[in-house]
C-alpha cells in the first residue's frame, strides 16, 4: 500500500481550475518530487494535501486512512507536516522553543500544572527539552538552541523549519521550496540533509523544488505539473529528459 495515494483530486477558485484530474502514488520512504513552471498548482496541491483548502473533487488517502477535507490540525494529528515557500518561524523564540512547539502536539499537561510548575509538567519539559535538543543536532543547530531564531542565518532557518516539522512526528515531510534562497553550498548541504532525515527518521518526503540540481540529486521520482494539469510523472531521469517537460518547463 502506498504511503500517500491521491485520486482524480481537483480545485476551482472561481472560474479557475487550479488543479485537475491530480494522481499521486508515494510509496513509504520515498523522495518524491513535484514540480512545474511558476503557478502552475504545486503549492495548491500541498494545500489541499495538508487541509488549507478544500478540494473540490478527488480523494486523499495517507496510510490507507481517508484524510479528504479534514482541517489542517488533524491532518498534522494523522501524520502530515509541512514546511513554506517563505520560511515561518517564530522569529521572536529561541530555536529551541520552535522545535518545542512541534512537540506540543505529542506531550501535553495541564494549564494548572503548567502555572504551579508541578512535577508533571517538569518531567514533561524535561522530555521535551532532551527531544528537541536531539532534533537540533540532527540539523546540527544545537549550539543555536538559545538564540533568537530570527539571528540564525537564512539556510539554518530552513533547517529549523524542517526540523520543526519533524517534531511533529510526521510519517509524510512535505517541503515547499526547501532550497528558496539558499547559495549552492547551502543547497547541497540541504541535500545531504534531506537525504539523511529520509534515513534516520525513516521518513517519506515529497518536495517542491526548482533547484534543479537538488530534484535530480534528491528525488527517485518526479510529477510535472503545467496549468494545474500532470504533464508527466515517473522515474526523475526519465521525467527529465521527456521532450514535453523540456518544451514546457525545462528548456525556459
Ligand atoms: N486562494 C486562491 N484563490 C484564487 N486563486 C488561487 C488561490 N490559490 C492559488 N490560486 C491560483 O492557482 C494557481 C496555482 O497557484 P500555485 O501557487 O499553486 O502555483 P505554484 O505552482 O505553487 O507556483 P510557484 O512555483 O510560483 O509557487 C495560480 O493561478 C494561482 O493564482
Redesign the pocket.
Known amino acids: 500500500m502506498a504511503l500517500l495515494e491521491v485520486k482524480s483530486l481537483g480545485i476551482s ?2 472560474g ?1 481550475r ?1 488543479v485537475d484530474d491530480f494522481n499521486l502514488k508515494i510509496e513509504k520512504g520515498q523522495l518524491y518530487g513535484l514540480i ?10 500541498f ?1 489541499m494535501l495538508t487541509g488549507v ?1 478544500k478540494p473540490t473533487d478527488g480523494s486523499i488517502f495517507l496510510d490507507g486512512e481517508n484524510i479528504t477535507g479534514k482541517k489542517t490540525i488533524d491532518i498534522n494529528k494523522h501524520g502530515i507536516a509541512r514546511t513554506f ?1 517563505n520560511i515561518r518561524l517564530f522569529h521572536q523564540q529561541s530555536v529551541i522553543d520552535n522545535v518545542k512547539i512541534g512537540l506540543h502536539n505529542e506531550h501535553t499537561y495541564s494549564t494548572l500544572s503548567g502555572i504551579l510548575r508541578l512535577p508533571s509538567y517538569r518531567k514533561t519539559e524535561k522530555i521535551m527539552n532532551e527531544k528537541a535538543m536531539e532534533l537540533l543536532e540532527v540539523f546540527d543547530l544545537q549550539d543555536e538552541a538559545d538564540i533568537l531564531a530570527s539571528n540564525l542565518p537564512y539556510g539554518k532557518q530552513r533547517k529549523l523549519e524542517i526540523a520543526r516539522a519533524l517534531a511533529t512526528d510526521p510519517k509524510l515531510l512535505l517541503l515547499d ?1 526547501p532550497a528558496a534562497g539558499m547559495n549552492p553550498n547551502e543547497t547541497k548541504e540541504l541535500m545531504e540533509t534531506i537525504r539523511f532525515v529520509r534515513d534516520k527518521f525513516d521518513m517519506t518526503v515529497l518536495l ?1 523544488e ?1 533547484d534543479m540540481k537538488l530534484v535530480s540529486g534528491i528525488c527517485e521520482e518526479l510529477t510535472v ?1 503545467n496549468f ?1 494539469q500532470v504533464l508527466a510523472q515517473g522515474k526523475t531521469s526519465d521525467v527529465l529528459n521527456n521532450p514535453e517537460v523540456i518544451k514546457a518547463y525545462l528548456g525556459e
Do not use: S
Open positions: 477558485f472561481g479557475l487550479a512545474g513552471p511558476n503557478g502552475a498548482g504545486k503549492t495548491t496541491v494545500n483548502y515557500q521550496e517542491i526548482h505539473l494545474g
